[in-house]
């Protein structure tokens, strides 16, 4: 009989708890496997998806990073952390992570789509700033909404595929 140690068993029923949505509960148990075993990778990757699924993205990419400490080399603690600034908005830093899936697993599902579907979204810095310095002409005004208005809306089409891929790549 093979006998499991104790962070072991709290990894285990942090596992059940997060199986049955209990988030909180869950983080608890692999915060205690932690603290039993600061190496224990699959914890650290644990706590991060309850964390994820608390929506304490910031606190997720820290496990993720403290995962990522122990072994580099895995790809998916990237695609997580990549998934994570996604969810974040942050899509400079999840192509680099994206990148990085990539580098370690060159066929890896989803991770192409999933970056291009980023490539697609324009930079923030490149929306057109609306500083009015003199009476708006009215058809200028309008032209400009219905431009901004179709941006928004390929944007938002853009982030909603982005989502779904991501939800198909957990």
């Known amino acids: ?9 709290l990894f285990d029923e942090g ?6 949505k209990q988030y909180k509960e869950a983080l608890n148990k692999f915060q205690q496997a932690i603290d039993l075993n600061n ?3 699959q914890a650290w990757v644990y706590k991060g998806i309850c964390l994820e699924k608390l929506e ?9 990073e403290k995962a990522l400490e122990i072994n580099p080399d895995v790809a998916d603690l990237w695609y997580n ?3 994570t600034y996604c969810k974040m908005k942050r899509y400079g830093d999840a192509l680099q992570c994206l990148n990085r899936v990539i580098e370690i697993e060159p066929d890896r599902p989803f991770v192409q789509t999933m970056r291009s579907m980023i490539l697609e979204i324009p930079p923030v810095w490149s929306q057109p700033q609306i500083k009015p310095d003199r ?3 009215k058809v200028v005004e ?3 909404a219905a431009e901004a208005k179709l941006r928004l809306e ?3 089409q853009t982030y909603t595929n982005l989502q779904k891929e991501m939800e198909r790549g957990d």
């Not at 009989?1 to 068993?9: A, K």
């Not at 304490?56 to 993720?64: D, H, K, L, V, W």
């Open 81 to 83: 952390k990549g998934a």
């Open 39 to 41: 190496k224990f990778i």
């Open 135 to 137: 009476e708006p002409d």
């Open 56 to 64: 304490r993205y910031p606190e997720a990419i820290q496990c993720y």
């Open 15 to 20: 596992v059940e708890l997060l199986d049955k």
């Open 1 to 9: 009989m093979l006998v499991q140690s104790r962070y072991e068993q």
């Open 154 to 156: 390929r944007n938002n």
């Open 142 to 144: 309008n032209s400009k």
